[in-house]
């Protein structure tokens, strides 16, 4: 028999849990139920265990056995690491966000994919769902993302919808780095060190857990901000992984890209749909990397 944990870690979200506890309990696990032994793991990152008595009240009414963990040690770096601790007993861990839903049939699909490639750790995706009506394309395309083949192997992997050995896990102390715990990138920065280390991700795009983006998210401003962050983390977690040459990949492109942004900006503005931003998340992301030349790291998520 094999333990599967369901891990979410979350702060402040209380319907947004709720929302993906009750697609979680609607996961088709007839399949799974001679070899495979299901429970959640949720753990609150706040001062306060504030969702204590509401995940309580939920234990006898679930389909899955949930259990309940406060970390007051703030930041998702210390929550997703208290995470791996109370798995001790898992085979597996499913990473997924306190916003997200899942489908019914995505532990089917990431346990096929495991057992056909015997692979070390496998991720699904995360295609968008907006909570507002009217979204305009150009935001849409932002959320969009990356196409993967079945079976293909990943350097790199989020954990919105990864699938992993728990033992490998045991290796790394501790396995997200606290030094992006405000930043991101934690996730990209595990794996990475994974497939170096020799273990092997693979792409499961049947196995699904879609993202809810609420409407202050599907705003310009919004991606302004998350453009400038995805650069000036991802800069910052090659600093500390000594991948000084993606660096000087990034360091050399910077300054082509801010002028590209630029170049391009007004006529993507007036005459674009889809890509509508092209220009303005260029120059975002231009200046989250020369933030980071001086050493500067944005703490998104403080």
Same mark, same amino acid.
């Given at each position: 028999?094999?333990?599967?944990?369901?891990?979410?870690?979350?702060?402040?979200?209380?319907?947004?849990?709720?929302?993906?506890?009750?697609?979680?309990?609607?996961?088709?696990?007839?399949?799974?139920?001679?070899?495979?032994?299901?429970?959640?793991?949720?753990?609150?990152?706040?001062?306060?265990?504030?969702?204590?008595?509401?995940?309580?009240?939920?234990?006898?009414?679930?389909?899955?056995?949930?259990?309940?963990?406060?970390?007051?040690? =703030?930041?998702? %770096?210390?929550?997703?690491? +208290? *995470?791996?601790?109370? &798995?001790? /007993?898992?085979? #597996?861990? !499913?990473?997924?966000?306190?916003?997200?839903?899942?489908?019914?049939?995505?532990?089917?699909?990431?346990?096929?994919?495991?057992?056909?490639?015997?692979?070390?750790?496998?991720?699904?995706?995360?295609?968008?769902?907006?909570?507002?009506?009217?979204?305009?394309?150009?935001?849409?395309?932002?959320?969009?993302?990356?196409?993967?083949?079945?079976?293909?192997?990943?350097?790199?992997? =989020?954990?919105? %919808?990864?699938?992993?050995? +728990? *033992?490998?896990?045991? &290796?790394? /102390?501790?396995? #997200?780095? !606290?030094?992006?715990?405000?930043?991101?990138?934690?996730?990209?920065?595990?794996?990475?060190?994974?497939?170096?280390?020799?273990?092997?991700?693979?792409?499961?795009?049947?196995?699904?857990?879609?993202?809810?983006?609420?409407?202050?998210?599907?705003?310009?401003?919004?991606?302004?901000?998350?453009?400038?962050?995805?650069?000036?983390?991802?800069?910052?977690?090659?600093?500390?992984?000594?991948?000084?040459?993606?660096?000087?990949?990034?360091?050399?492109?910077?300054?082509?890209?801010?002028?590209?942004?630029?170049?391009?900006?007004?006529?993507?503005?007036?005459?674009?749909?889809?890509?509508?931003?092209?220009?303005?998340?260029?120059?975002?992301?231009?200046?989250?990397?020369?933030?980071?030349?001086?050493?500067?790291?944005?703490?998104?998520?403080?």
């Amino acid at each position: 028999m094999n333990n599967i944990s369901i891990c979410i870690c979350t702060r402040q979200r209380q319907n947004a849990l709720l929302n993906l506890l009750n697609s979680i309990d609607k996961i088709n696990s007839k399949s799974l139920k001679q070899n495979y032994k299901v429970e959640i793991i949720v753990i609150e990152n706040d001062n306060k265990p504030f969702l204590k008595n509401v995940i309580d009240g939920l234990k006898d009414k679930s389909k899955f056995p949930i259990k309940y963990f406060h970390e007051k040690n =703030p930041g998702l %770096c210390y929550a997703r690491n +208290r *995470a791996v601790k109370e &798995t001790f /007993n898992s085979d #597996f861990i !499913l990473f997924v966000d306190d916003d997200q839903q899942v489908k019914t049939d995505l532990l089917e699909n990431l346990v096929k994919a495991q057992k056909e490639f015997n692979a070390d750790a496998i991720y699904g995706q995360n295609p968008p769902i907006f909570d507002s009506k009217g979204v305009p394309v150009y935001i849409q395309e932002f959320f969009k993302p990356n196409k993967k083949e079945y079976g293909q192997i990943l350097k790199i992997a =989020p954990t919105n %919808c990864l699938y992993i050995r +728990r *033992a490998i896990l045991n &290796t790394y /102390n501790p396995p #997200f780095d !606290l030094r992006l715990n405000f930043v991101g990138c934690e996730d990209l920065m595990l794996t990475h060190q994974l497939s170096c280390d020799g273990y092997t991700i693979r792409s499961n795009p049947d196995a699904t857990a879609y993202e809810i983006i609420p409407k202050e998210r599907a705003t310009v401003k919004y991606i302004i901000k998350r453009s400038f962050r995805n650069m000036n983390s991802l800069f910052y977690y090659h600093s500390i992984s000594n991948q000084n040459y993606e660096n000087k990949k990034l360091l050399i492109k910077a300054p082509f890209r801010l002028i590209a942004g630029f170049i391009l900006s007004i006529p993507c503005l007036l005459l674009g749909n889809k890509n509508k931003l092209k220009g303005i998340i260029l120059i975002s992301e231009s200046c989250g990397v020369m933030y980071g030349i001086i050493h500067g790291r944005y703490n998104f998520y403080k």
